[in-house]
């Protein structure tokens, strides 16, 4: 099934309700954080999709977090811009996730590489969309 809102994450088993768990988003965060601050510095076009890769995966950590929080378990990624655009209410966000999930998986499933100029600005908007993120966490009273 491919899941076409928030309301199909359920039904395929793909989102799940839990007792929300602030200690492992907490541990998730840091994770992120840990990740961010080991990804190299001078983006180069040899290391820009594996820079690229660990600002990805930052973002569904901190993604997942906040899932946590508000009492959501989310197993894929489509599932997670649903909860971005409808849970969140974040439909802009949504769409540049939805732009960086099909880069990178494009890279990791098929191994395309990116383009240094594609990745820099897939890095960019990683990291702006998890500034993002992190603001709209704050004002909804969950600082990460």
């Given at each position: 099934m491919s899941e076409r809102s928030w309301k199909d994450c359920p039904k395929a088993g793909n989102s799940f309700n839990i007792s929300p768990d602030a200690e492992k988003a907490k541990s998730l965060i840091e994770i992120a954080k840990d990740r961010i601050s080991q990804a190299q510095k001078d983006i180069?076009?040899?290391?820009?999709?594996?820079?690229?890769?660990?600002?990805?995966?930052?973002?569904?950590?901190?993604?997942?977090?906040?899932?946590?929080?508000?009492?959501?378990?989310?197993?894929?990624?489509?599932?997670?811009k649903h909860f971005l655009k409808e849970i969140l209410k974040r439909e802009d966000l949504s769409i540049i996730f939805d732009d960086l999930r099909y880069k990178i998986n494009s890279l990791t499933n098929y191994g395309n590489k990116m383009e240094f100029e594609v990745g820099k600005d897939?890095?960019?908007?990683?990291?702006?969309?998890?500034?993002?993120?992190?603001?709209l966490s704050f004002q909804k009273g969950n600082p990460l």
């Open positions: 180069n076009e040899k290391n820009v999709n594996f820079v690229f890769e660990d600002y990805y995966l930052s973002l569904i950590e901190i993604l997942h977090a906040i899932a946590l929080i508000k009492g959501h378990k989310i197993i894929n990624h489509i599932c997670l897939a890095l960019e908007k990683s990291r702006e969309l998890i500034d993002e993120i992190r603001k």
